[in-house]
């Protein structure tokens, strides 16, 4: 629709959240009342054309309310409850947007006499279906190695970082927090520098309970640079393996002594319950009007305008064992029915650039122990075995359907680099030529470089990684990728530091793109 009107805004709204009714109390009983406060600060989230989620959480039971406004206009809605069950937060699903309209959003919660609680504001921008240009930022890994927040360097100062680009939307990879990896209160680098973490009790120890997964999230929260930056850059989450822990997959039985519950299944249940609390997505509930959100599909599109679709994508849930990865039949790392809708979805689209935003990289080599692989390539040159044989029927289909202007983004191995794969490189050559731009840590320990498998024809183009395996955040070897289409569709692709400074730069026209 080319307006929102205010029928057609006050219906979607009341559809998609809970209108509560709230019953003033008495004055006086008001005033003896401390106000709501939003100790995490607020998030937005699944920005389309026309849709947005709003997120905050409250310091105790309250109501989230927002005053939406763009131009002179402005509307006042309220969304869920926030409760213990919950972890005290709370959503707001608004629809019926205008495309490429900015919007900004007063938020606080209600408690149960009426009272305001403190106002928090975000601002968040639809996509354009117009010809217009538009930004995004990309990256993962937070948290992570015991680097946590560090208050003597300024917090986690990548987000500002990232922040200062002023991007439209931020695509977070994965590994959005290390259940698997307690933070210390200090730690000693190799040079003698002395690492000093703000910490909490939820961070002291592997996360295993509810409790300690949402402590997690809520650590991440506390700094300054994350809830700026979350305030005023649209987030799109996805999760990989710390969220629960490293290289998990369904069904594992965990060897790992530092836990008392080895059941992975228990532990990712936990991780993903607290995980979908603590993002901006979910779908709306249509009965249930104080439960909020209901979990959320992983992967998924999200339609950014004329130039661009993404696809996030959930390569976790369906994954199955690692193992050496050469098996000489199908294995899974996405599973049928998600290459089924990723096919489908890509082919449909009419966007100028398909982007696929993936939790694990597809050439690059990562080792889970002395044998097994964590990732689709198995360290094995030839033709596709075991997993990457999923990862080839995706490729060439895209071929088969005439496909253009496919890129693939990830993060996951702690460095940055620039892949290009042709099949002129390649053991397996029935795909189109594309890229895969690898960013990350944001705030985390620094490794690389891995080995690339030559299965798909990956060619090192660019890549910085760590000075010495771990490297802390201090060492300003922490990465984001950073995307810009012009009005015109040319997209100039971008991997930069903890300083903002471009390392590697890329343009591609997308008349001369294929794949």
Request: net charge neutral.
């Amino acid at each position: 629709m080319s307006t929102l009107g205010r029928r057609t805004f006050l219906t979607a709204a009341a559809s998609t959240v809970a209108v509560g009714v709230v019953t003033p109390r008495p004055a006086a009983a008001a005033l003896i009342r401390s106000r709501i406060t939003q100790p995490s600060g607020l998030q937005t989230g699944e920005v389309t054309t026309s849709s947005a989620v709003l997120w905050s959480r409250a310091d105790r039971v309250g109501r989230l309310v927002a005053r939406v406004s763009w131009g002179r206009h402005s509307r006042l809605l309220r969304g869920g409850l926030a409760t213990p069950d919950t972890d005290h937060t709370a959503k707001l699903f608004l629809r019926g947007l205008t495309p490429g309209r900015e919007y900004d959003a007063a938020i606080w919660f209600e408690d149960d006499y009426g009272q305001r609680g403190e106002l928090q504001r975000a601002r968040f921008g639809t996509a354009s279906e117009r010809q217009a240009a538009t930004s995004f930022v990309w990256t993962g890994d937070t948290a992570g190695q015991g680097w946590g927040i560090n208050p003597d360097i300024g917090g986690m100062t990548a987000y500002r970082t990232m922040h200062e680009t002023h991007p439209d939307f931020l695509i977070h990879c994965g590994d959005t927090i290390y259940a698997d990896g307690p933070i210390p209160p200090a730690v000693t680098e190799p040079d003698g520098q002395v690492w000093r973490n703000v910490v909490t009790e939820e961070v002291s120890k592997v996360a295993e309970s509810l409790k300690e997964f949402q402590g997690r999230h809520r650590y991440n929260q506390l700094d300054g640079n994350v809830r700026a930056l979350y305030a005023d850059v649209p987030v799109l989450a996805q999760w990989d393996d710390h969220e629960t822990h490293n290289n998990w997959y369904p069904g594992q039985m965990l060897d790992d002594v530092r836990y008392t519950e080895r059941r992975v299944d228990v532990l990712a249940a936990r991780a993903r319950q607290a995980w979908q609390e603590n993002m901006p997505l979910g779908a709306p509930r249509a009965r249930h009007r104080d439960t909020g959100f209901a979990p959320a599909r992983i992967y998924r599109k999200v339609p950014r305008g004329r130039h661009l679709d993404v696809f996030c994508l959930d390569m976790r849930t369906f994954k199955d064992p690692n193992t050496a990865g050469t098996e000489p039949r199908l294995t899974h790392i996405l599973g049928q029915e998600q290459v089924d809708w990723l096919v489908r979805e890509v082919t449909r689209s009419r966007a100028t650039w398909k982007v696929i935003s993936a939790d694990l990289p597809l050439g690059v080599v990562v080792p889970d122990g002395p044998v097994n692989q964590e990732s689709v390539s198995n360290h094995d040159p030839g033709a596709p075995l075991g997993k990457e044989l999923e990862i080839a029927s995706v490729l060439s289909a895209f071929k088969r359907n005439r496909v253009r202007n496919v890129v693939w983004l990830t993060a996951d191995v702690h460095y940055c680099a620039a892949h290009h794969y042709s099949p002129e490189r390649a053991a397996f050559t029935d795909f189109d030529p594309f890229w895969e731009v690898v960013a990350g840590p944001i705030n985390a320990g620094t490794f690389g470089p891995n080995d690339l498998d030559a299965t798909f024809g990956p060619e090192v183009v660019f890549q910085k990684v760590a000075d010495y395996p771990n490297q802390s955040p201090r060492g300003g070897n922490q990465f984001f990728g950073h995307a810009h289409i012009a009005a015109d569709g040319l997209l100039t692709l971008s991997l930069r530091n903890i300083a903002g400074s471009t390392l590697w730069s890329q343009s591609l026209d997308p008349e001369g793109e294929r794949g």
